[in-house]
């Protein structure tokens, strides 16, 4: 996630820091964004796969469906900055 914050950070020359928060936290927070309690709880589900490198393995899928190969999350984040980019107002 650290490596993800910093790419799309230096993609959109934004200071991004990724903080590591409990469940509760996590949790409460997309609660109060109005997600639903059942989702919430699976996205932290999710994310606590992540933290415990288990989606770590690298799998060759990306280029077997679309013929080409997968890019790394910097090449993402630079090809998709704007998406990134806050368009407040």
Request: cysteine-free; hydrophobic content about 40%; charged content about 25%.
């Amino acid at each position: 996630m650290a490596e993800i914050a910093k790419a799309i950070g230096e993609a959109t020359w934004q200071e991004l820091v990724f903080v590591d928060v409990s469940s509760e936290d996590f949790t409460h927070a997309l609660q109060n964004a109005g997600v639903p309690r059942w989702q919430a709880d699976g996205l932290w589900e999710d994310y606590a796969h992540y933290a415990r490198g288990e989606a770590a393995g690298i799998q060759d899928t990306v280029r077997e469906i679309t013929g080409r190969a997968p890019r790394e999350v910097t090449e993402f984040a630079r090809d998709h900055a704007d998406a990134f980019k806050s368009h407040s107002t």
